[in-house]
């Protein structure tokens, strides 16, 4: 064999081997990935409740709650004189009223109780309902790696940093959504 053809050979056989190697990870990646992927995080309506002050003694949904800006400039509006001051005032609804751009929610879907999780490694917010979860948002501190997965009765968001795992399990099996922690 001339030594051309020879090297036409080699170049076409690391050609074809160099091919086969890049479409074996291609795909091994995209397995990987289409199972640990997940949906965007979607933005919850505001509701009437969360726009007025709350007591202090109870805990607030979010860490970034600030007052509108308007609320604090204006003073408190005084009573009005037609009303019976033994007569209680209503509290806002802690459901938000349903607009004809927001669609109602599918069963089986979380009902707007959002909860957030600080744990060594990032933080979780979950959107809990009477029987499953939705994972709002997972953000991972720098220097930490993060994996999501999502099956139909439970939620895994696994944070880890040099050989350590932190992880924050939702499940809802047979039994109303509830979040347990594991770190190793």
Not at 132 to 157: D, N
Request: proline share 16%; glycine share 6%.
């Amino acid at each position: 064999m001339a030594p051309m053809s020879r090297g036409l050979v080699h170049a076409l056989a690391w050609s074809l081997s160099t091919g086969a190697a890049v479409t074996l990870s291609w795909w091994g990646v995209h397995t990987v990935m289409a199972g640990t992927a997940y949906d965007r995080p979607r933005a919850l309506p505001i509701t009437a409740q969360a726009a007025t002050p709350s007591p202090p003694d109870t805990p607030r949904q979010s860490s970034t709650h600030r007052p509108p800006p308007d609320a604090e400039a204006s003073p408190s509006p005084e009573p009005s004189p037609s009303a019976p001051p033994d007569r209680p005032v209503p509290s806002p609804s802690t459901t938000p009223p349903r607009t004809p751009s927001s669609p109602a929610p599918a069963p089986g879907t979380a009902s707007g109780n959002v909860k957030g999780y600080t744990v060594d490694g990032g933080r979780v917010v979950f959107d809990i309902g009477t029987d499953s979860a939705e994972l709002v948002s997972a953000t991972p501190e720098a220097g930490w790696q993060m994996q999501v997965w999502k099956q139909p009765s439970w939620i895994r968001v696994t944070f880890t940093q040099e050989g350590r795992e932190v992880s924050v399990f939702c499940t809802w099996n047979d039994h109303p959504p509830m979040v347990q922690f594991d770190e190793r």
